[in-house]
């Protein structure tokens, strides 16, 4: 049986390719290391053009090679990661897909009939669709912004430990605050995943039998019940996408405020004396791509959970114990004697067919039965 919970069932596939999930998270690490260092390059540039004294005379070359260095680096690691993460990413959910269609295989005929055929098929879609889109938005969408706050704080510890000190707190508020009301939303974005399964199964269904719709005229009556469902679908939709439009207003409002007070203090600290005007470029690059990496953080989060949610409920249906499980070990066909012991059959108010009717058919023979209106059939 596959894991039931959401998270150990995409860790179940992260274990089955260690190697390509640890190369892809060294790779986007890397690469968002050297996009930290870049703003420390173009704080070397800055302090090496803003020295007084002769302007030919300025040593901008070294800061300006290890700058441009650092760019091409970070580029190649970017490439890099979406080169491997396509093929992991890609392969975790074909498998995904295909264990998901082996297990349901496994219920009984009872459980179909009480389910969707065209459901179950776009719930097992919709879960590889929603396992690529938390394994990507994982790596490019997560792992950056983490990384982009931790090597903001101790590049800042270089410039002024109390505004470390200011982010990490200011970060660590917003993210509770954020993490909080996604949490809150977590039982909206499971209906609209529920019923968006729901809706894409009917519409299958519905077009694999347009031909009983045609003959029984039931086009208009189908279309009324399945416009009724769509509707259902469309408001649990709204309900979900506003609830996302809250959590960016709430995030845009708090990170805004952040960004200004840390170019605010930076500003007066380089009319103090205290900072350099490289420091000052330092702290305005961090913390605008803090503001950007912080907001796609954000929606990633909201997104994971909503994802999430929409796992949960496959897993939920199609998860579960089969009603009937198959011998262990398994029965094998071989050859086997048939013996009919004193058989009496017949249909009620009628002579029996059969009584006291024995025959012994030994492995390998073949036999034939006849009836009345027809030739001999084999068995």
Known sequence: MLPSRPLAFLWHYVRARPWHFGGLLALVVSAAICAVAVQYGMKLLVDAMAEGGE??????WFPLWLFLGLIVVENVFWRLGGWLGCRTVVASCVDIRVDLFRYLTGHPMRYFNEHFAGALGNRISAVGQAAGTLYGGLAWKIVPPIVDFLGAVVVLFTVDWRMAVALIGFVLLVAL???GFGIRGRGRHQRFAAQAARVGGELVDAVSNVWTIKAFSARDREAERLAQEIGYEAHAQRRSWM??????VLHDICLSLMAGGMLVW????????AVSAGDVVLVSALTFRILHGSRDLALALVDTTQQVG????TLRIINQPHGLEDPEPVLTLDEGDIDFERIRFGYPGRAPVFDD??????AGRRSASSVPRG???RR
């Open 357 to 362: 009717f024995s025959l012994h058919i030994p």
């Open 177 to 179: 605050l954020i993490t």
């Open 55 to 60: 302007r030919g005379g300025a040593d901008v």
């Open 266 to 273: 930076a500003v007066r600290s380089w009319l103090g004396g």
């Open 243 to 248: 609830y996302l439009e809250k959590a960016r």
């Open 375 to 377: 030739p001999a059939s």
């Open 310 to 313: 929409a796992i949960a409920d």
